[in-house]
């Protein structure tokens, strides 16, 4: 048992604190009055390319607006250029070090728009940076006052979805831009399109797929095997029996890893699961659909498509979940996994956590305390187990770039997503996976050297990541279904109450569950 005391964690990706708006315009920048700030105004000369930027201080949020509309004419050094707004908060991009490369992104791209030979208006593209937790009701409003950004993103299918109807199908604009959509896999294509209507709402960007990482110093210091890193191999236990790596072997590995602050482990008589002082196994910021596709693919929709159902692996998930915290003791409970111990929900990289599933832009969430005691330092990634019909299923997510359906330059903002899915830079930070072209080069040629400073001298299999890509869920767990927004608000109160509530009748959630959703189906209808 290893004990290093309290710290706190930065909690990064998708929840990031630190906020900055910047704006690649030479005209006034406002700032929103959420900020306390003033606006502010942009040199009045400003080099070819670069992007004048207005950096929060101690404010937890700045949204930054431009007072010009997307397609105004704006001159630089005597040349006009094409407004066009790029909007980052929906997914990923707003830690420190994601703000900082997409800057650095925009003045690159505007410093070879700059050196356009083909007489076409060159562009001066935008950057607007909102925190994640807000950015939604932040573009409604900037669309219901007729000041929608053009380029959105990167977003994932969730993210989309409070937006329905609102982004432009990019087929014509891949036309006539001439854009080769071949080199993309055919379902990762059809991932990208509105489940309604069929529309191409992007071009597949980065993939992310989930899998377990693991914590090698707290398994060293157990003396336990690390776990499978290719699917179908077995796990062999403290004994030397070798099992089959599923739900089950994990919950009894996790057990061993949870220790109290005498050192007894939750397999032990006398364990204090009041005074836990390391987890086992931690599903990271997870949610009900989530979590539960973990254990198999499913949909809280029957067929039918208005049939509100709980599938069978799904009851199993949540209750493995559910035991796991209040009975076996080795997932924390929503008190513990915001405590300081497990980092403010940042549970993995707290160092205190043995295992976790999660996805792979997590890997830019690990490098905030990594050098200080007790940290997630030496790690590496491991094979999703299976589950008791022996299928082993990998919860993916996927980003991509969409267009506002009323921008007056949508086809300039393709141009612009055009370049920002070669900059291979920008998806290492954002953790994710080329869509196309030598994955596994990318990982060694372009990930790797991205953490070797971070971790020095870890390393990581990969090839781990790219077999999970091929067990992905079907449907996928944030798939469409009728109300969608009130729905998942509706099933997400219910899963929330497994990590707070001890003494639940897991029948009568899974009851509450389907009756609401029933209710919100039906209103959809």
């Known amino acids: 048992m290893r004990y290093q005391g309290d710290r706190k964690g930065s909690l990064m990706v998708r929840r990031g604190f ?60 005597g040349v006009k250029h094409i407004l066009v707004r790029w909007f980052v908060g929906l997914g990923s991009g707003t830690n420190p070090a994601q703000i900082a490369l997409q800057q650095t992104v ?50 994932g299918i969730k993210g989309r979805a409070g937006f329905a109807g609102e982004f432009i199908d990019m087929t014509p604009l891949i036309a006539k831009a001439g854009y080769d959509m071949t080199q993309y896999p055919a379902s990762l294509v059809n991932t990208m399109k509105d489940g309604q209507t069929g529309a191409l709402l992007g071009i597949p960007y980065a993939v992310y ?95 039918d498509g208005k049939t509100a159902q709980f599938p069978d692996a799904w009851k199993t998930a949540w209750t493995w979940y559910y035991n796991g915290i209040w009975k076996d003791h080795f997932i924390a409970n929503d008190t513990e996994r915001n405590s300081d111990l497990l980092a403010k929900g940042n549970v993995l990289s707290s160092g205190h956590a043995a295992m976790g599933h999660m996805f792979q832009w997590y890997i830019c969430c690990m490098s905030a305390d990594a050098t200080k005691p007790g940290a997630f330092k030496k ?15 990998a919860p993916i997510n996927i980003d991509t770039f969409t267009i506002d359906k009323n921008s007056a330059v949508a086809q300039r903002a393709f141009e612009l997503q055009a ?39 870890n390393v990581v299999d990969w090839q781990v990541a790219l077999d999970m890509e091929g067990k992905a869920e079907s449907p996928n767990h944030e798939a469409e279904m009728p109300n969608y927004i009130k729905a998942m608000d509706d099933y997400g109160k219910v899963f929330s109450t497994l990590a707070t509530t001890q003494g639940l009748d897991m029948n009568k959630v899974f009851t509450d569950v389907t009756t609401a959703l029933q209710a919100d189906f039906s209103a959809a209808s």
């Not at 306390?36 to 942009?42: H, K, L, P, R, V």
């Not at 990482?213 to 210091?221: H, Q, T, Y």
């Not at 070669?422 to 040629?445: E, V």
Request: some cysteine; proline content about 6%; overall charge negative.
């Open 18 to 77: 630190t906020q900055i708006a910047a704006l690649a315009s030479v005209a006034v920048l406002a700032v929103s009055a959420c900020s306390g700030s003033t606006a502010t105004t942009a040199p009045a000369a400003t080099p070819t390319g670069a992007a004048p930027t207005t950096v929060a201080s101690a404010t937890p949020l700045i949204v930054g607006t431009p007072a010009a509309k997307s397609g105004t004419e704006i001159s630089v050094n």
């Open 106 to 155: 925009v003045t690159d791209f505007n410093a070879l728009q700059d050196k356009r030979t083909d007489g076409v208006e060159p562009i001066l593209a935008s950057l607007e940076i909102v925190q994640n937790n807000t950015a939604t009701d932040i573009l409604k409003t900037e669309i219901a006052s007729n000041n929608a950004p053009d380029l959105i993103g990167p977003v």
């Open 209 to 303: 797929p989930s899998y377990i990482f693991f914590n090698k110093d707290l398994f060293d210091e157990a003396g336990l095997k690390y776990p499978p890193q290719k699917v179908g191999d077995q796990y062999t236990m403290p004994d030397g029996s070798k099992v089959a790596w599923t739900w089950d072997t994990v919950r009894n590995i996790a057990m061993l890893l949870s220790v109290d602050k005498n050192g007894k482990d939750a397999t032990q008589a006398g364990f204090d699961a009041a005074n836990q002082v390391q987890f086992g196994f931690e599903f990271m910021w997870t949610e009900g659909r989530r979590m539960a596709s973990a254990f198999g693919s499913g949909s809280f929709v029957a067929a």
């Open 379 to 393: 790690w590496d990634i491991a094979v999703m187990p299976a589950n008791a019909a022996g299928v082993v299923t």
């Open 419 to 457: 370049y920002l899915v070669t900059r291979l830079d920008l998806m290492a930070l954002y953790g994710g996976t080329p869509a196309i072209g030598d994955q596994l080069k990318y990982f060694h040629d372009v990930v790797d050297a991205t953490f070797t400073k971070q971790f020095p001298g």
